[in-house]
Nanobody, 128 residues
Framework: QLQLVESGGGLVQPGGSLRLSCVVS????????IGWFRQAPGKEREGVAY????????DYADSVEGRFSISRDNAKNTVYLQINNLNAEDAGVYYC?????????????????????WGQGTQVTVSS
């Protein structure tokens, strides 16, 4: 059974940076597409970043373009999300999720419904 564990969240001041990590176990990361999602209190879960199995295809939500950077190290079974210039709207629980690369790639790669394996999340708080 595939398991995902996020880490790296915390309290950061506006304008600050964080690097989130997602470690995959129970299978090999290279077999999966990965997405990062976030959910603020009272809001729906939204996709913020996507990376294909090979890492050659990357997509971001408009709200984070230019500030977030997703990457993967298949040898370490780890996916990263670098978050820069944080603002209050970035606060929430951040989740990584996996989808088997053997399945056809959907057009809406930032849709949470496209991912079947989820981690427990890591909290990001933005406050001065």
């Amino acid at each position: 059974q595939l398991q995902l564990v996020e880490s790296g969240g915390g309290l950061v001041q506006p304008g600050g940076s964080l690097r989130l990590s997602c470690v995959v176990s129970g299978s090999t990361l290279e077999y999966y597409r990965i997405g990062w999602f976030r959910q603020a209190p009272g809001k729906e879960r939204e996709g913020v970043a996507y990376i294909s199995r090979s890492g050659r295809t990357i997509d971001y939500a408009d709200s984070v373009e230019g500030r977030f950077s997703i990457s993967r190290d298949n040898a370490k079974n780890t996916v990263y999300l670098q978050i820069n210039n944080l603002n209050a709207e970035d606060a929430g629980v951040y989740y990584c999720a996996a989808s088997p690369a053997s399945q056809p790639t959907p057009r809406d790669v930032l849709n949470p419904a496209r991912f079947g394996y989820w981690g427990q999340g890591t909290q990001v708080t933005v406050s001065s």
